[in-house]
């Protein structure tokens, strides 16, 4: 029984990444024209699976290799990080800096079983990062992420019976404006996102976002600045049911305001530490609850070499849950990059987080298909996990176009936690889910790219 707990669309601010579409680091490129850069590349991954479909560990899980061949192109006179166009704060005599890129892949899983060999396959997308005037007292910035993404069930079955493939949208419009030539700077800007599910099942999660968003910034010297930030976003479910009560998620106003610093603190150390408030309110939801709390995060670079990172994050936030009302983390990551000499990248990067569900559906009340809840904070109606995430990569460029890369992900939901519906299994007993599941994959990739 699907629960509609499925994976968060974006990862790290790149979106494919949330599907783990094999990639290999951009080669040299070919110049076009005076400033900017024409990269593409194709890749073959071959790999391991050890839970295909997410199961718990008292559940059946079903283990496969994979090949996943992908390609790519990109062109731009800036590089992106993180999901930011790397375009310079300062003016110069460009009009505009861009860089847009074209994902897809397509994966099969290896298994004998039928099944398994039908887990939906095909993921496409683009990012655009585009700024209209940079550095200018009035600049324009456009940022654009689309997807179509592949992804199985949570439970075995044909993949054209049950799947998470959706189409995530997630833009942004805004206006930027430097009265005094740069030090201080107002931007307002207009976002939006979309996720819609293709399997007819899923239809209660699928929603629109439309929201406002803010930031004052003050740059009291040339790498340190204090800044304002508010955001404003009203999520709208589209495709379910009237009026509350009736199984559908409720539509829900998100506000966050935050305030801190960001910027080089020494030689070698950079800083950002943001701190505020955030309320999340369910005015149609009867049973409650909304979000009325601290948030805040904070992150430290170091760069001990002009080749290497080392990142520490903490972390307190909220978001819409496409099931309960909402969920909140409270974690924190460590990130390890490097660069040797013989040219090999390597990347460790960890993230842990306690999260806490609030808001799930009252059985009897707001679902007939849910009987009950076995687990931590069940009895308010929540549900209490640890959720952790480790990856790891190493990739080494042979010559100008080749690399081979290695990688191994882990991704856990840690504690478990029963649904009890209102329907018998195959033996008579009660139907029941444990949402809790370990995952690991490991892939090795040989690309050609320019």
Known sequence: MWLGAAAPAAAGGVLHNAFGIPRAEDGRGIKVGERSTFHAGFSLGLGLDSNVYSNARDEDRTVSSFMWPSAWIGIGNRDIR?????????????????????????????????????????????QVRLALLPGRRFSVHLDEDFFRGASAGNYQALGSVLNFNRLDHRGQLTFILRPGGGRLSFAVGYRSQFLRFENDNLFRSNRILNGFYHESKWRF??????????????TYYVDCCGSPGTGRNEDNYAHRLLAGYRGQVADKF?????????????????????????????????FPTLRSLVHVGVYRNFQ?????????????????????????????????????????????VETDIIGGYSGSGADKFQRRTTIFGLDAKLEQPLGKIFALSLGY??????????????????????????????????????????
């Open 221 to 234: 010297l040339p790498r340190s600045s204090v800044l304002l930030q508010y955001t404003m976003d009203f």
């Open 82 to 126: 993180d999901g930011l166009l790397m375009t310079p704060a300062e003016r110069s005599g460009r009009w505009f800096d861009y860089n847009i890129s074209l994902l897809g892949g397509f994966r099969q899983y290896l298994s004998r079983q039928v099944d398994v060999r039908s887990v939906p396959k095909f993921s496409i997308g683009t």
């Open 320 to 364: 819409d849950s496409l099931f309960g009302n909402y969920y909140i983390d409270n974690g924190g990551r460590v990130a390890l990059g490097h660069q040797f000499r013989f040219r090999m990248i390597a990347h460790l990067g960890v993230n842990v987080a306690a999260r806490k569900i609030a808001g799930l559906p009252v059985p009897g």
């Open 409 to 450: 992900n882990l991704l856990a939901d840690t504690r478990g936690y029963f649904v009890l519906y209102n329907q018998e299994n195959n033996t008579g007993d009660q139907q029941t889910d444990n949402l809790s599941y370990f995952r690991h994959i490991v892939t090795l990739v040989a690309a050609v790219r320019i």
């Open 270 to 302: 950079a800083l950002e530490a943001m701190a505020g408030w955030g309320g999340g309110f369910y005015r149609t939801d009867p049973n409650g609850p909304s979000f009325n709390s601290f948030i805040g995060q904070a992150s430290f670079n170091y």
